[in-house]
C-alpha cells in the first residue's frame, strides 16, 4: 500500500530516515517454500543484519537494491569457505540423568533403582546445586556449531552436479531411492562437511565464519575424488538408474 500511494513517497521519507539516524541496517527475509515439497505454506522469516559500507546510507542502499530480490546461496558462500551452522537440535524428550548427563550408573544390587545420582548433594547449603545432574528436557535444545567446510555447492537442473575428475558418471545429488525421510533435491544445494543439528527437513541458518582462519585445515582446498548416489535404505549397489538397468537386464516387470 505504501507503494502505491504519493509514489512511494512515504518509503522513500521511511529509507531517509534510516540513512540519517541509524547506526546498524537489517532487510527483513522469507524463505520460499513453496519451492520445497514439505507442505507448508508459511514461510521462514528472520532479519539480517547488513554489514560493510562507509555509513548508514550505503546500508540503506545495498539493502533497497535487494528488494523483493531472490538471494541465492552462491552469490553468499563459496566453495571451500568454512561457515557457522545455527539450528536446532533433535527432541528427544524427557530423559534420566544417565542418559542426559552420562553419569555413571550404580551396582546393580541398588535398592530403587541403579540410573540415578546417588548423592544430590550435601546438607548444608540446604538447595540442591545447578551443577548437579537431574533427569530433564533433552535434546530440542538451539545450537551453534561452527568451521563447517563447505565442500561442493550445486545448481537448479545440474544433471552433472556430482560429477568428478575420477568418476565422470553424470549424476545429480539425489540418491537412488531419493533421500530417507525427505525425497529428491531440486534447488540449489550445499554440500559440508561432518553433520548439522536437527531432524529431516528442519530449517538451518547459515552465517559467515566469525573467526579469521590461519590454521591449514581450515585454510586447505578440497578435491573431491567420489559422491556416492547408492540407495540409503538398502545395501546401495548401484549408483544410477541407468547402471542398475545394465546390470539385471530385461526385467520382466517392466515387459508388460
Not at 546461496?73 to 524428550?93: C, H, L, P, R
Request: net charge positive; glycine share 8%; charged share 30%.
Amino acid at each position: 500500500k505504501k507503494w502505491s500511494e504519493n509514489g512511494g513517497k512515504d518509503i522513500e521519507e521511511d529509507l531517509e530516515r534510516i540513512s540519517k539516524f541509524c547506526s546498524v541496517v537489517r532487510v527483513i527475509a522469507h524463505s520460499q517454500v513453496k519451492k520445497l515439497n514439505l507442505k507448508i505454506k508459511k514461510a521462514h522469516v528472520m532479519e539480517i543484519q547488513i554489514n560493510g559500507g562507509a555509513d548508514a546510507k550505503e546500508k540503506v542502499d545495498f539493502a533497497r537494491s535487494l528488494f523483493e530480490k531472490e538471494i541465492s546461496v552462491d552469490s553468499i558462500f563459496a566453495k571451500d569457505e568454512n561457515i557457522d551452522v545455527i539450528g536446532v537440535t533433535k527432541g528427544k524428550g524427557m530423559e534420566g540423568v544417565t542418559t542426559r548427563w552420562g553419569v555413571t550408573r550404580l551396582p546393580r544390587k541398588t535398592h530403587r533403582g541403579l540410573r540415578k545420582v546417588a548423592c544430590i548433594g550435601s546438607w548444608h547449603p540446604a538447595r540442591v546445586s545447578t551443577t548437579v545432574p537431574r533427569a530433564g528436557q533433552n535434546g530440542y535444545f538451539h545450537r551453534t556449531e561452527m568451521n563447517k567446510k563447505v565442500y561442493r555447492l550445486g545448481k537448479k537442473g545440474d544433471k552433472a552436479s556430482c560429477q568428478t575428475e575420477a568418476d565422470l558418471t553424470a549424476k545429480s545429488i539425489t540418491p537412488m531411492g531419493g533421500f530417507p525421510h525427505y525425497g529428491e533435491v531440486n534447488e540449489d544445494w550445499m554440500m559440508l562437511k561432518g553433520c548439522v543439528v536437527g531432524c529431516k527437513k528442519r530449517p538451518l541458518i547459515l552465517r559467515k565464519s566469525l573467526m579469521n582462519h590461519s590454521s591449514r585445515k581450515h585454510l586447505e582446498n578440497i578435491d573431491i575424488k567420489f559422491i556416492d548416489t547408492s540407495s540409503k535404505m538398502g545395501h546401495g549397489r548401484f549408483q544410477t538408474a541407468e547402471e542398475k538397468a545394465k546390470f539385471l537386464g530385461p526385467l520382466a516387470s517392466k515387459q508388460k
